[in-house]
T-cell receptor, first 114, second 110 residues
């Protein structure tokens, strides 16, 4: 597509429920990144993919968080048993290759856990 | 990991004024980007500038990689320039992702 697309734009969920956030990167981009931005804060790195592979999961805040990417394109970030501290904007970015190239961000998914 | 510090944290300008935003980083980098986060939360790419100087309209940026800093210049500011400006770097030795600074929150008053 023309830009990075994320869905849904907004998600309100009850504490304890699972949620799935979707990211559709720019066509042809092999690298994909997930970040989280809490209210009024900077961006916290979560995970990156090179193709379908995520070599480093250490940025995920807990084992309730997981991510996958299939076909080298769409990625989903899953949060199980959501907690109120998971409330944030989740941003996805993609770049042509993994290093030394410009990254482009989607509009984000605003997650609210009530 | 690499540390990224931005200054000032907050800035209020009168429309038409000029400003300089600074980004310091703690290690060598092979990628540096400046973003503008608009009031709707969208991150807009301003510059991809691991070194050198670039200009785009009223905005320009300079990165001095050997001295580990980058500057973003905004001239003749407009109210639409309001928002948060982020500097993000990819360290040579710090993993395959951008590390963001804390941002500079800019408000331009009419």
């Amino acid at each position: 597509g023309a830009g990075v697309s994320q869905s849904p734009s907004n998600k309100v969920t009850e504490k304890g429920k699972d949620v799935e956030l979707r990211c559709d990167p720019i066509s042809g981009h092999t690298a994909l990144y997930w970040y989280r931005q809490s209210l009024g804060q900077g961006l916290e790195f979560l995970i990156y993919f090179q193709g379908n592979s995520a070599p480093d999961k250490s940025g995920l805040p807990s084992d309730r968080f997981s991510a996958e990417r299939t076909g080298g394109s769409v990625s989903t970030l899953t949060i199980q048993r959501t907690q109120q501290e998971d409330s944030a904007v989740y941003l996805c970015a993609s770049s042509l290759v993994l290093r030394n190239t410009e990254a482009f961000f989607g509009q984000g998914t605003r997650l609210t856990v009530v | 990991g690499i540390q990224v510090e931005q200054s000032p944290p907050d800035l209020i300008l009168q429309e038409g004024a000029n400003s300089t935003l600074r980004c310091n980083f703690s290690d060598s980098v092979n990628n540096l980007q400046w973003f503008h986060q608009n009031p709707w939360g969208q991150l807009i790419n301003l510059f991809y500038i691991p070194s050198g100087t670039k200009q785009n309209g009223r905005l320009s940026a300079t990165t001095v990689a050997t001295e580990r800093y980058s500057l973003l210049y905004i001239s003749s500011s407009q109210t639409t320039d309001s928002g948060v400006y982020f500097c993000a770097v990819e360290g040579n030795n710090a993993g395959n992702m951008l590390t963001f600074g804390g941002g500079t929150r800019l408000m331009v008053k009419p």
